[in-house]
């Protein structure tokens, strides 16, 4: 059965309440995504295998410890996914990235799928799926589907706020999968926006609106 694991950190907590505000404009929406991500990071990693090496310090041989070299792929769903790669790549360089293009149809708020295009090894790469907003959970099933046809086996799932309604369908699913989440907020509106939440995420992020 699937976690879902909150990042209640007061830094993290801090800086979405600055994002949450209606006034916060792109550039400062843009630098607090990637200081959060980085943030969370520091949990959804938290269980990376490390491994021994013997370095020499200035003052003499220690056997220290180095990520053992799992391969891990970013994965974000376009678009406002993308505004959590550079904070993942910053703590993770050698992780490749992959890409999923969906957008919610405004009418029946069914996600669409226009690109795809993931690492060739995807199956036996960690796979961190990442988009600000999990509402519905129409997207991120979509995504996650995908990334299995394509033969992704170990993924977790990395949002910012979520919707319990989100939280249940992707629970319903796929329960392997875990899922990481800055908050959980208290509803979707008519319109499947998550309440409170921080209105539309790709439009904030890329000042579209
Ligand atoms: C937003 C968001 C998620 C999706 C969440 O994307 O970034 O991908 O909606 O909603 P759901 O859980 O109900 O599927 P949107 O479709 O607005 O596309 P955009 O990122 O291109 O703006
Ligand atoms: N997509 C967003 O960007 N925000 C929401 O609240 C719901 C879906």
Redesign the pocket.
Known sequence: MNKVIITEHPLIQHKLTLMRMKDTGSKDFRELLTEITMLMGYEVTKDLPLTDIEIDTPVGKTNSKILAGKKLAIVPILR?GIGMVDGFVSLIPAAKVGHIGLY?DPETCKPVEYYCKLPQDIGEREVFLVD??L??GG?ATAAIELLREKGAKNIRLINL?A?PEGIEEVHSKYPDVDIYVASVDEK?DDH????P????????LFGTK
Do not use: E, F, W
Not at 197 to 204: E, I, K, N, P, V
């Open positions: 406002a919610r600000p907003m509402a519905t997207s706020v919707a979707l499947k926006y998550i309440v939440g921080l209105g539309d995420a790709g439009d904030r």
